[in-house]
Antibody
Framework: EVQLVESGGGLVQPGGSLRLSCAASGFSFSTYWMQWVRQVPGKGLVWVAHMNTDGSITRHADSVRGRFTISRDNAENTLYLQMNSLGAEDSAVYFC?????????WGQGTLVTVSS | DFVLTQSPDSLTVSLGERATINCKSS????????????LAWYQQKPGQSPKLLIY???TRKSGVPDRFSGSGSETDFTLTISSLQAEDVAVYYCHQYYIAPLTFGGGTKVEI
């Protein structure tokens, strides 16, 4: 069974940083593109970033480029999202998702709240 | 960016009745090389993460009840729930995976 378990969310002050992690299991992690998608509670889904199997290809949404960085550790079956210079507009549930271009599976999400 | 516009924003359907959700893309998601529409549908129940229902516009994911069906091509797509069940109460999103940045429709809330 595919499992994607996010962690690292929480309350952070504006301008602060957080690092999200996604522990993957139940599939061959190193053979799948991985992505991050976020959702403001009660609102729609917004793509954040993706990364190819070996980490050599990444792309970030315009809204986070230069502030967020996606990365992965295939030896640890873990996906990361380093988030810097956080603003209120970044408050959302962040989902780790498997697959590209088709998103096949979603984690349960981790909530990030940016507030003073 | 590809903009996906869903309609309606919400709909109320009686148990056993048909629910129809539309999704219109600002550009065609039909890839000429493989003649496939890069359009998927997801279901998100309250308090849960989204789940894949339909991909390639009309292919049901294994295990998805056959009351769910997808149709359409190029820019106009439809998700149909043929006989609504109580467990189908959710928000439904269309999603284009034709080109980055991947985009989603605004969602349609289905209630009974």
């Amino acid at each position: 069974e595919v499992q994607l378990v996010e962690s690292g969310g929480g309350l952070v002050q504006p301008g602060g940083s957080l690092r999200l992690s996604c522990a993957a299991s139940g599939f061959s992690f190193s053979t799948y593109w991985m992505q991050w998608v976020r959702q403001v509670p009660g609102k729609g889904l917004v793509w954040v970033a993706h990364m190819n199997t070996d980490g050599s290809i990444t792309r970030h949404a315009d809204s986070v480029r230069g502030r967020f960085t996606i990365s992965r550790d295939n030896a640890e079956n873990t996906l990361y999202l380093q988030m810097n210079s956080l603003g209120a507009e970044d408050s959302a549930v962040y989902f780790c998702v498997r697959g590209n271009p088709l998103i096949e599976d979603w984690g349960q999400g981790t909530l990030v709240t940016v507030s003073s | 960016d590809f903009v996906l516009t869903q309609s309606p924003d919400s709909l109320t359907v009686s148990l056993g009745e048909r629910a129809t959700i539309n999704c219109k893309s600002s550009q065609s998601v039909l890839y000429s090389s493989d003649n496939k529409n890069y359009l998927a549908w997801y279901q998100q129940k309250p308090g849960q993460s989204p789940k894949l229902l339909i991909y390639w516009a009309s292919t049901r994911k294994s295990g998805v009840p056959d009351r769910f069906s997808g149709s359409g091509s190029e820019t106009d797509f439809t998700l149909t729930i043929s006989s609504l069940q109580a467990e189908d109460v959710a928000v439904y999103y269309c999603h284009q995976y034709y080109i980055a940045p991947l985009t989603f429709g605004g969602g349609t809330k289905v209630e009974i």
